[in-house]
């Protein structure tokens, strides 16, 4: 197996192919990771995404420095991942931000049942129906591809 680095143009390749990742954050040393579906704007350099307010929302809010991951894997010898290292940033209802707000909803709207499944309820989870509209603001990007040698 051979791997190599991936450019930017490779990696944001990858980034607008892709509709699910896994976003880290972390509060206090205590690192979280979870799935979420989000839209990349390579004009922007950012990726949006929306969530109702729990525990992902909460930790971002207290520390903005997060990563998302993506991955292609066809084998377990052929496979890529990008890293995208960022800030958080809630998009909200104000007019400075109407016109992201805008972007990030086309965006949303190019995906198959965009809403899901961040309006999705879960069983064990207390009420809490507020939704965020967010983007995580792109400082920087890896990535890596293998392949059979």
Known sequence: MLIRNLNRVE?????????????????????YIVPIHFSFDDERACVYAFSAVGQKIDWMRENPKVCLEVEEILDK????????????????????????????????????????????????????????????EIDRVTGRRTSRA
């Open 11 to 31: 990696c944001d390749e990858v980034l607008r192919r892709a509709t699910l990742g896994r976003l880290a954050c972390a509060q206090r040393g205590q690192p």
């Open 77 to 136: 010898d052929r496979w890529t991942t990008v890293l995208v290292f960022g800030r958080y940033r809630e998009i909200d209802n104000s007019e400075e931000d109407a016109e992201t707000r805008r972007r990030a909803w086309e965006r949303f709207q190019q995906r198959p049942e965009w809403w899901l499944p961040a309006t999705a309820k879960v069983s064990s989870a207390p009420e809490r129906h507020a939704i965020v509209v967010y983007r995580i």
